[in-house]
């Protein structure tokens, strides 16, 4: 298994810039396709970026795509979702999931581990 930890999320303005952290611990790193996931107020969750265990192979959902970057550093047992040009439409809560099958999928229920979430709120 693998506890997930998200940080760094918080209120800017449209057209700012955020990094997400997700910090793990537990079973190796390296083991895990991590992705990124948002809910919004009311709508449901939904896939926002993910990578596969290897660091190489990466997958950004349309209404994200060229603006947000998604990495991992598995020296330090962290991934990341860095943000950029961010709109009001991107708020939500913002939540890191992990998954021991090899490949990144856009389905929430296929990811076997959550963290608790981290709030961002752009406002215009």
């Known amino acids: 298994q693998v506890q997930l930890v998200e940080s760094g999320g918080e209120a800017v303005e449209a057209g700012g810039s955020l990094r997400l952290s997700c910090s793990a611990s537990?079973?190796?790193?390296?083991?895990?396709?991590l992705a990124w996931f948002r809910q919004a107020l009311g709508k449901e969750r939904e896939f926002v970026a993910g990578?596969?265990?290897?660091?190489?192979?990466?997958n950004y959902a349309d209404s994200v795509q060229g603006r947000v970057t998604i990495s991992r550093d598995d020296t330090k047992n962290t991934a990341y979702l860095q943000m950029k040009a961010l709109e009001p439409e991107d708020t939500a809560i913002y939540y890191c999931?992990?998954?021991?099958?090899?490949?990144?999928?856009?389905?929430?229920?296929?990811?076997?581990?959550w963290g608790q979430g981290t709030q961002v709120a752009v406002s215009s």
């Open positions: 537990g079973r190796p790193f390296n083991m895990y396709v």
């Open positions: 999931a992990a998954r021991y099958q090899p490949y990144i999928t856009t389905d929430a229920t296929t990811y076997d581990y």
């Open positions: 990578v596969d265990k290897s660091g190489v192979r990466k």
